[in-house]
């Protein structure tokens, strides 16, 4: 082989410039780097309507986002919708009052629950669960409600 | 009617035989590995003949195939007013399916063919038969080191292809037709998993890999020992490897991605 030197140092910068490919992806264009395996703990909430809420929505604290959606389930007694959260360890102090109410992000955007702290003194803990909710908007039915007062008024 | 019974039985058992040829010889390439380990320089030089000199093709393909999804999706998605979503839309294309895909055809038809041809012509010219006769195993010395460098190859062409592709879509989303950075970036790593969508789009890419390779050395060391026969083989090896491909593509997208 004479030419084995270049073909080494061209074989090198391929495998290495794949490598910087793959990175670049698991980095920048995916979600990896917004969470390298914390910590978390589990709360859940129950909505009487969940909305367009979906597993891995953003879960929030004043618009910051401490956590994620990590699973939908429907509670087969009471037909309400339980929300499951994973929140990061580091905001182990939310207060055992805390509210959550499911936002949309802008008007058509995705929905996502933001939690609104209480007073209590005491903190919630893993397997924790919100009672103090509102569901989601759902927009029809906000409509709906106010064409039939629009209606009644007449 | 009894005549095209017989035909029929043959050509069944024909292409059984052929499955059956076709396993053999890829248990006999995978087994290869340990004299691959032993001479990495056999593997290194088929890297550069199979990676490296398809490394042009699929950077070029990567940035044209991601300045069309660009255009395209910013005609669409500006409709609804919502450009901001363009780089989820070039990332998600490109890392579920076009990566894998597209870089997996071209490989086929740069680099697969050209496998054929190599080995169906050292077939032709009875190097094989020469080194069985030297007792060197030629499917250990030749298939092996061409079979792992495919193998490796795939995943690193299809990565390249998808990050030249979104930096393509970048360039006319962002830099010509006024889509905000920030937003391109960040809706794409609002949506994108890694785990579902880049390992997933890398797992398409290895099999591709895999079956691409495998169909390219096997038809070559399959072929008729003729000029002719290396012909068809080479053009058997491109069609079998798009219609494999397509075909695997289809079944691992609906095993990933089927369930949400």
Redesign the interface.
Known sequence: MQHSRTQDTLVGLFVASGIVGLFFLALQVSNLSSFVTEDTYLISARFSNSGGLKVKSPVSVAGVRIGRVSAIRLDKQTFESIVEMNIESKFNTLPEDTSATIYTAGLLGEQYVSLEPGGSEDHLKNGGQIEITQSAIVLEEVIGKYLFKKAEEE | MLDFLQRLGSATRASFAKVGRSTFFLSHALAGIGEVALRP?LL??Q??SV??LT?LIITISGLFVGMVLGLQGFNILSDFGSEEALGIMV?ASL?RELGPVVSALLFAGRAGSALTAEIGLMKATEQLSGMEMMAVDPIKRIISPRFYAGFL?M???A??F???G?LGGHMIGVGLLGVDDGSY?SQ???H???YD??VNG?IKSVVFGFAASWIALFEGYDAVPTSEGVSRATTRTVVNSAFTILGLDFILTALMFGDN
């Open positions: 320089r290194v030089n890297m550069y990676g490296v490394f990332a890392v190859s995943p690193l062409l990565a390249l998808s990050t030249i979104i970036w794409m790593q609002a994108l998993d890694f969508d880049i890398t």
